[in-house]
């Protein structure tokens, strides 16, 4: 399996922009899960979702952040209108617990966001 | 009060040296415990999970104290491609993991 895939690696913008992020999960893995890092204050986790229905999005910052997974293979987080603030490394992680017993998250590369 | 609480360092330690990184966590109901680890500008991987009677692997052991509500990680002989950052992980319910901000180790030649 090639892992967990992210999209784009890095995203420059201005403030203001759209910005949208891509994620395809490890086949088979039925939890996906949304990570933010900064510096500042390390590995958040903004929403997460089982069988491709949201189950905890109360990390989400605020409105203007949004996630969809329209199916098992694939989901985004879009920001918009993005802020400079939200500048930070972008995860997706996907596991599957259910069937091992052991619930290791596997990481994609991240996506490098800055916003300017 | 965050969930997950870690010493960030830096750590700097020569080679062949023994290191120990603690990591407290805040909910006494919490199930699992990890360390992953994290190179630079890289996603963080797992490195080992914490079991109530202790682990090692190889160089590695981690510890977990329920009583005290705190993890640690313990590196023997450590070796220059140990440096990066290490997370501590709880998890307390489900499937929703509480990353630590992480621990910086280098170690010098």
């Known amino acids: 399996d090639a892992g967990v895939i992210q999209s784009p690696r890095h995203e420059v913008t201005e403030m203001g922009q759209e910005v949208t992020l891509r994620c395809k999960p490890i086949?088979?893995?039925?939890?996906l899960f949304w990570y933010r890092q900064t510096m500042m204050r390390g590995l958040e986790l903004l929403i997460y979702?089982?069988?491709?229905?949201?189950?905890?999005d109360s990390g989400m910052p605020e409105d203007r952040f949004s996630a969809k997974m329209p199916n098992a293979s694939f989901s985004t987080l879009k920001i918009q209108p993005s802020e400079p603030r939200d500048s930070a490394v972008y995860f997706c992680a996907s596991n599957d617990p259910g069937t091992s017993g052991y619930n290791e998250q596997f990481f994609g590369p991240g996506t490098r966001l800055t916003v300017l | 009060r965050k969930e997950v609480e870690q010493d960030p360092g830096p750590f700097n330690v020569p080679e062949g040296a023994t290191v120990a990184f603690n990591c407290t966590y805040s909910?006494?109901?919490?199930?699992?415990f990890f360390w992953y680890r994290q190179d630079c500008r890289k996603e963080p991987k797992l490195l080992m999970s914490?079991?109530?009677s202790g682990n090692e692997d190889g160089r590695f052991t981690a510890q977990l104290n329920r009583a005290s509500q705190y993890i640690s990680l313990l590196i023997r002989d450590s070796k220059l491609s140990d440096s990066a950052t290490y997370l501590c992980v709880v998890s307390e319910t489900g499937n929703q993991f509480y990353f630590g901000t992480g621990t910086s180790l280098t170690v010098i030649p």
């Open positions: 979702f089982n069988n491709n229905v949201p189950i905890d």
């Open positions: 914490v079991y109530s």
């Open positions: 909910n006494s109901a919490s199930q699992s």
């Open positions: 086949s088979g893995h039925d939890y």
